[in-house]
T-cell receptor, first 110, second 113 residues
């Protein structure tokens, strides 16, 4: 069974710090990796997608993928209180059906 | 562009009753997915439509759940009869093609009492 593991948190960081969110997955055939952000009571919204090993940067967000270690992470630089949310890692393989982790709750305190 | 819309946003029903959830995907999105989040657990896949065809329904928990997508536009998910363990948030998502990020609706929070 394909699994995606995330630490549920909460991860608490001060405003302005770097938040590091981690995700591991079990299926070595996984090809696509996504990070979604979900505010309470709202829909998950895409933050980043990454498909090949290495880093991908978009503004304050950097996704890092290491397929050999089956590990994907999301770094948020200069964290803001508005970044406080649950971050969901999703992984898909040959079937293209994303499998989600439980999500990590991030709290950015002023 | 209108996003994915789901109705109702909340539903409270008694055990044994029937509930029908509706999802309107983004116009032009052939791929439509249903997911469910039970409290404290991860968002779990239920099924995937490509247009009006069920591509993968391996996540459907049992035959009390019936999903349809007549005409390849909106989709409905019927639970009949509802059980207590069916409580959770049901998300619908759509995408233009496979292996691309999904666009999610706000979900329907179902409470079975």
């Amino acid at each position: 069974q394909k699994e995606v593991e995330q630490n549920s948190g909460p991860l608490s960081v001060p405003e302005g710090a770097i938040a590091s969110l981690n995700c591991t997955y079990s299926d070595r055939g996984s090809q696509s990796f996504f990070w979604y952000r979900q505010y309470s009571g709202k829909s998950p919204e895409l933050i980043m997608s990454i498909y090949s090993n290495g880093d991908k940067e978009d503004g304050r967000f950097t996704a890092q993928l290491n397929k050999a270690s089956q590990y994907v992470s999301l770094l948020i630089r200069d964290s803001q209180p508005s970044d406080s949310a649950t971050y969901l890692c999703a992984v898909s393989g040959g079937s293209y059906i994303p499998t989600f982790g439980r999500g990590t709750s991030l709290i950015v305190h002023p | 562009e209108a996003g994915v819309t789901q109705f109702p946003s909340h539903s409270v029903i008694e055990k044994g009753q029937t509930v029908t959830l509706r999802c309107d995907p983004i116009s032009g999105h052939d791929n439509l997915y249903w997911y469910r989040r039970v409290m404290g657990k991860e968002i779990k896949f239920l099924l995937h439509f490509v247009k009006e065809s069920k591509q993968d329904e391996s996540g459907m928990p049992n035959n009390r759940f019936l999903a349809e997508r007549t005409g390849g536009t909106y989709s409905t998910l019927k639970v009949q009869p509802a059980e207590l363990e069916d409580s959770g948030v049901y998300f619908c998502a759509s995408s233009q093609s496979e292996n691309v990020p999904l666009h999610f609706g706000n979900g329907t929070r179902l409470t079975v009492t």
